[in-house]
C-alpha cells in the first residue's frame, strides 16, 4: 500500500505543476501485460518532457494492483531525479521529441524527395512526387515549391544543373559554355496539356556537367512551372525570391522579358530584397530581343536596390548597345566595365572589337576638344580616364598587343597610367581591415600588434612568412624566408629590413632548435623585424594591415580569395593589391625571383588623346605576358617602340603603318619637290591646296605593299590640312 500511495503521489504531484523536476520511474510488476510496461517505460524513457496532461493520462490506464497480488509481483521503486534539473532541459527534451517525430511526416518525407530529385536534375521525378502528394493530400510548403518552381523553370530554358555539380565562369544566359545554343521559342499555356512521358530521356545531351533537355520536356516543364506557381499562390504559400526568380526564368523561356521584370517588382511589394541573379532573365531577354530602353530600365532598377550588374550583365548591355548603334550608351558601358570589372574576358573583349570596328564607331566622336579639360578630368579622376566623351573621328584601329615592362604599349608607344589610389580611401580602408581583426582575433592580440608596429615601424615591405616558407615542396623551410628577406631588402629604398610576419607555432618545435634555423630566428629578432602572432590567431590579419598601414609592398603569393578577404569588398581591395602585392618563385639555383607590381594599373584606360586600352583576363605568371586591346584613331600614326622588345602581335601593324608613313612621306615630299618655297612662309591658295590634293588621288597605284586609298587620302588630309570625311 505503500508503494501505491507513492506512485498516486508522485501522480498527482505531476499534474500540479510543469516546473517541477521530473522523476524517473523504474517499473517492474510481473501482473502487467508486456505491452502495459512497454508503453510505461516509454513514457520514462522516450517522452519525459512532453505535456503532463497527456502523461497523466497514460499513467491513468497502467492497471492497478489487486489486493490478491503479493508485494512482490507489484514493486515499484521510485528514483526522483536531481533537484538541479530546470524545467530548460525539459523544453529541449520535447523539441527534440519533436524533431524526431517530424522527421517521419510525409512532408519531410517529400523534401528529403524533392532535394534528391534537385541533386540528380531531375525534373520529371519531382513532377511525379508532386502529382502524388497533391492526391495525398499532403500539405506543401515554400520549400517544395521553391525546388519544384528551380527544376520546371531550368527546364523550361532548356538546361538543367545537377545541385552542388559545380560550374564555370558565371553567365548572363542559361547556357553557359555551350558552343550550340538553343532557340527560346515563344511558348503560350493554355488549358491543353502536353503528354510526356514520366519516364521521358531528360538527358538528351549531357554537356559540362548540365544536361540540355528535349523540346517536349521544354514546354512540358514550361506548363506544369506555372501550374505549381499558381497552386503555391491558391494556398497562399509565402513567396521568396527563389521562387520569384523561377518564375522570371519560365517567363525568360518564352521571350517575355515585361513578365521577368514584373516578378522582381513584385519582390519590392512583398519586403524581398532582390538579388543580382533575380534580374538575370529579364536583363537576357530584353538585351536579345534589341529592347534596349528596358534593358537599361533594369540597369536602372538594380542601381536603386543596390545591386550592382558585374561583367556578364554589363557584357549584355554593351551588346544590345552595340546593336542599336547608341555610341553613348556604349560610351556608358565602357566605363562600367572599366570601374567595376578591370579586366575584361575574351568574350567581352571580342564585343569591344566589333565595336570600334563598326562604321557607326567611326563616324561619331568630336572633332575639336579643350585639351585643358581633358587634362584636368583626367587629373581629377586619379589618372587613366576622362570621361568626358569619344574624341576625335575617322577610322579604328585595334589590335592585341602587349605592354612592356616600362609600362609602354608595344604598338602605339603610349605609356599607359598608374592610376592613384585615394589617401583619404586607402586611410578607411586600413582602419576596416583593424576592425575586422579585432572582431574576429582573441582578446588583446590585434591591440598589442598595431602598439609593436608603432613603436617598430615604418617597414618597406612585409613578408607573408608562412607562404613563402611553405613554397614548392609544402615543407616548411625557414632559409627560403631568409633568401626571400634578404633578396627584397636590396630592392628597398632605405635597405631596411623587412617585416616578417609568422604564426609562433612556426618558430616552436626540435626543428626550428637546430643551430641553423635558430640563428635565423635570434638574426630577426635582433633586427626588430620577425613578429610571431599568438595561438588561435589569423595571421593574415597581421601582414595584410601592416602593409595598408605602411603603403609598403607586401610579398607573398596568397590570392587573397577567400572568405576573409571577400569581407574586404570589391571596390578598394584589387586596386591596392595590384600596386602592391610582389609574387615570387625560385630559380634552379635557389635564389628568389619577384614578380613585381605591374608598371600600370591593369585596368580599362581612355587617355586624353581619346585611345583606349584593354586588358584581357587570364591566368598569367608574369604581367608582362597579358594581352591588351590597343585601339586608336587609324589617322594617328602608330610609334611601334618599347625599350625591351616587340610585340609580335604589332608587326603586321608596324609594316602596314610604316608603309602609309612612306607613302605619305613621299606624297609630301612631291608636293615640297614641286613647291620648293618653305611651307611657312607661304600660306597656299585654295586652288593650290585643290590641286595638290586631286594630284595625289588620280596618281596610280602600283602595288598594295606601297600604296593604298587610306595613304593616299591621309597624305591628302596632311597637305590640305584637313580632315577628309567619306564612306566606302
Not at 584589387?574 to 609574387?583: F, S, Y
Not at 620648293?676 to 597656299?684: A, G, L, R
Request: include cysteine.
Amino acid at each position: 500500500m505503500a508503494a501505491i500511495f507513492s506512485l498516486n503521489s508522485h501522480t498527482l504531484q505531476l499534474r500540479r505543476s510543469l516546473t517541477f523536476p521530473n522523476p524517473v520511474f523504474e517499473v517492474v510488476s510481473k501482473s502487467c501485460p508486456l505491452t502495459k510496461t512497454l508503453a510505461f517505460h516509454l513514457i520514462r524513457r522516450k517522452q519525459t518532457a512532453i505535456q503532463y496532461s497527456s502523461l497523466n493520462s497514460q499513467l491513468e490506464t497502467f492497471p492497478k494492483p489487486t489486493p490478491s497480488a503479493s508485494f512482490s509481483e507489484r514493486r515499484v521503486f521510485l528514483k526522483p531525479k536531481s533537484t538541479s534539473s530546470s524545467s530548460y532541459e525539459v523544453c529541449e527534451r520535447v523539441k527534440k521529441k519533436k524533431k524526431k517525430k517530424s522527421k517521419d511526416s510525409p512532408e519531410v518525407k517529400l523534401k528529403n524527395d524533392f532535394d534528391m530529385c534537385s541533386k540528380r536534375g531531375d525534373v520529371m521525378g519531382a513532377l511525379s512526387l508532386y502529382d502524388s502528394a497533391i492526391s495525398e493530400d499532403v500539405k506543401l510548403g515554400q520549400h517544395h515549391y521553391t525546388v519544384l518552381l528551380y527544376l520546371c523553370s531550368s527546364a523550361a530554358v532548356g538546361v538543367v544543373r545537377p545541385a552542388k555539380s559545380g560550374s564555370g565562369a558565371r553567365t548572363l544566359n542559361a547556357l553557359v559554355s555551350s558552343n550550340e545554343g538553343f532557340t527560346e521559342s515563344t511558348y503560350t499555356t493554355n488549358d491543353r496539356y502536353f503528354e510526356v512521358d514520366a519516364n521521358a530521356d531528360l538527358n538528351s545531351t549531357h554537356k559540362d556537367g548540365i544536361l540540355l533537355v528535349s523540346e517536349d520536356v521544354k514546354r512540358y516543364a514550361l506548363q506544369r512551372g506555372f501550374e505549381v506557381y499558381e497552386n503555391m499562390r491558391v494556398d497562399k504559400v509565402p513567396m521568396n525570391e527563389a521562387a520569384l526568380t523561377a518564375v522570371a526564368r519560365m517567363a525568360m523561356s518564352m521571350g517575355d522579358g515585361d513578365m521577368a521584370f514584373e516578378m522582381v517588382r513584385q519582390m519590392k511589394d512583398l519586403g524581398i530584397s532582390p538579388k543580382l541573379r533575380s534580374y538575370g532573365p529579364a536583363l537576357s531577354t530584353f538585351c536579345d530581343n534589341g529592347e534596349l530602353d528596358k534593358a537599361f530600365a533594369v540597369e536602372k532598377h538594380m542601381l536603386e536596390h543596390g545591386v550592382y550588374p558585374e561583367e556578364p550583365e554589363l557584357e549584355a548591355l554593351l551588346r544590345v548597345s552595340i546593336g542599336a548603334g547608341n555610341s553613348d550608351k556604349v560610351y556608358y558601358v565602357l566605363h562600367k566595365l572599366r570601374s567595376s570589372v578591370r579586366k575584361v574576358l575574351p568574350t567581352t573583349a571580342s564585343l569591344i572589337v566589333d565595336w570600334f570596328k563598326s562604321k557607326q564607331a567611326s563616324r561619331i566622336g568630336k572633332r575639336k576638344w579643350d585639351k585643358r579639360l581633358i587634362m584636368e578630368a583626367t587629373e581629377n579622376n586619379g589618372g587613366g580616364w576622362h570621361g568626358q566623351g569619344w574624341l576625335g573621328k575617322g577610322k579604328w584601329n585595334v589590335v592585341h598587343t602587349t605592354i612592356g615592362k616600362d609600362g609602354v604599349c608595344k604598338c602605339c608607344g603610349v605609356h599607359l597610367t598608374t592610376i592613384d589610389l585615394d589617401p583619404v580611401e586607402t586611410e578607411n580602408f586600413a582602419k576596416s581591415v583593424a576592425s575586422l581583426a579585432m572582431i574576429r582575433e582573441k582578446g588583446s592580440n590585434f591591440q598589442r600588434f598595431q602598439k609593436w608596429l608603432d613603436y617598430y615601424g615604418p617597414f618597406e615591405a612585409v613578408v607573408d612568412a608562412a607562404n613563402v616558407g611553405l613554397f614548392g615542396q609544402g615543407r616548411f623551410m625557414p632559409h627560403k624566408i631568409n633568401a626571400v628577406a634578404n633578396e627584397i631588402r636590396q630592392r628597398l629604398p632605405l635597405k631596411k629590413f623587412p617585416l616578417i610576419i609568422l604564426h609562433n607555432k612556426r618558430i616552436k618545435g626540435d626543428k626550428m632548435d637546430e643551430p641553423i634555423n635558430r640563428a635565423l630566428i635570434d638574426k630577426w629578432n635582433n633586427a626588430n623585424a620577425l613578429y610571431a602572432t599568438p595561438s588561435g590567431s589569423n595571421d593574415d590579419w597581421y601582414w595584410l594591415y601592416a602593409a595598408i598601414k605602411f603603403k609598403c609592398l607586401l610579398v607573398t603569393n596568397d590570392e587573397m580569395r577567400d572568405h576573409l578577404f571577400q569581407l574586404l569588398g570589391n571596390d578598394f581591395f584589387p586596386k591596392w593589391k595590384e600596386r602592391h602585392q610582389v609574387r615570387f618563385s625560385f630559380s634552379d639555383t635557389g635564389s628568389p625571383v619577384f614578380h613585381m607590381p605591374p608598371p600600370c594599373s591593369v585596368v580599362i584606360q581612355e587617355s586624353e588623346e581619346g585611345h583606349w586600352h584593354v586588358p584581357i583576363e587570364a591566368e598569367l605568371n608574369d604581367e608582362s605576358e597579358r594581352r591588351w586591346l590597343c585601339i586608336t584613331r587609324a589617322k594617328l600614326d602608330m610609334v611601334c617602340r618599347d625599350s625591351s622588345t616587340t610585340s609580335k602581335d604589332s608587326i603586321p601593324l608596324q609594316k602596314a603603318k610604316c608603309a602609309r608613313s612612306a607613302t605619305r612621306n613621299a606624297s609630301a615630299k612631291e608636293s615640297q619637290r614641286h613647291n620648293p618655297v618653305n611651307h611657312k612662309d607661304k600660306k597656299e591658295t585654295p586652288q593650290d591646296l585643290y590641286k595638290n590634293a586631286k594630284d595625289i588621288f588620280i596618281a596610280p597605284v602600283s602595288s598594295y605593299n606601297n600604296n593604298s586609298i587610306l595613304s593616299d587620302i591621309e597624305a591628302a588630309e596632311l597637305i590640305c590640312g584637313c580632315t577628309i570625311d567619306f564612306q566606302i
